[in-house]
């Protein structure tokens, strides 16, 4: 197959989407993001990589950290975890209180807001130094050795997520909130706020696409868990719209309010797709059609 022309034609049928949505101003750092950025990379797992666009600039990769965050937790406290977290698609928005507070406490599963807040805190709990840890298996993940925090946008999402700071404080008046509530919230918005590019997005996403154990310096991944995990993002990875990415799509993936998406095609390929104007369910509008375009014009989904 001819994968640059495949992303060349892709560009092109996308084009008629430019300039709908907008991207997530109500974290004011990401308000400042040029909307019209955009870029794609392609990352076999024979080491072949395509790419067109804005690939090497870095964006707040927000929700995507959560697969990351998951998948370290799932390594540390293997099936435990699931006592604390659910493993279901919500149907809601991904900062509901009400269903929050309907379920007692424990959140539908990690990728909502709630759920990756437990996820902080179980990494709280179970690393010596989290921050540098979990910025390190991110780093070995992408083979890319200065990725780091964006403080600017930690701390903006920090001081006006007063929505993020009810569901912390809701989490501990349920006991399901191991630390103090305010350094979870403050954890969970610095991993939000790690940055990367497309191709070393997708890079990263080939632990989920190879599916094989991996040796790290967080707790091996078994190639259960990790497909679990693939299983996970094709159900939950996409907000309120995760039923909608699985039919018109059909790849694990996950997305996140700066803009990205990486998914992946088991033993074959990661993906990963930047555009920061967003949809109403918080999922970007060309990074959608990207992929859908690209498994409907390659044949490549997992249905």
């Given at each position: ?127 010596k130094d989290p921050y540098d840890e979990m910025l390190n298996f991110v780093r070995e993940l992408s ?110 993936g996950k997305s996140g309010v700066g803009g990205g998406i990486a998914a992946v095609y088991p033993d ?13 369910k918080g999922n970007s509008i060309l990074g959608m059609k990207s992929l859908e375009l690209l498994t ?8």
């Open positions: 197959m001819r994968y640059q022309q495949l992303l060349n034609n892709i560009v092109q049928e996308v084009q008629q989407y430019k300039g709908l949505g907008k991207q997530a101003d109500y974290i004011p750092e990401l308000a400042k993001v040029d909307p019209d950025k955009f870029g794609i990379s392609l990352n076999l797992l024979n080491g072949e990589t395509y790419t067109y666009g804005d690939v090497e600039e870095r964006f707040s990769i927000q929700s995507i950290s959560k697969v990351f965050t998951t998948a370290a937790a799932f390594a540390l406290r293997g099936n435990q975890l699931w006592k604390r977290v659910g493993v279901e698609p919500s149907g809601t928005p991904f900062n509901s209180l009400v269903q929050l507070e309907y379920e007692n406490g424990i959140p539908r599963n990690p990728f909502l807001n709630p759920g990756a807040m437990v996820i902080a805190d179980v990494l709280i709990t179970e690393l083979g890319v050795a200065d990725i780091t925090y964006n403080k600017a946008i930690a701390e903006s999402e920090f001081n006006t997520g007063y929505k993020n700071g009810a569901m912390v404080y809701m989490l501990k008046s349920f006991g399901n909130m191991e630390n103090e509530p305010l350094e979870v919230l403050k954890y969970y918005c610095y991993l939000c706020s790690i940055e990367m590019n497309c191709q070393e997005l997708a890079q990263s996403f080939h632990l989920f696409a190879r599916r094989n154990k991996l040796d790290c310096k967080i707790p091996d991944l078994t190639s259960s868990q990790l497909k679990r995990l693939n299983a996970l993002m094709i159900s939950c990875g996409f907000y309120d719209e995760s039923g909608e990415f699985a039919f018109t799509v059909g790849l694990p074959f390929y990661s993906v990963a797709v930047w555009s920061p104007r967003l949809n109403v409907s014009l390659s044949g490549m989904s997992v249905f």
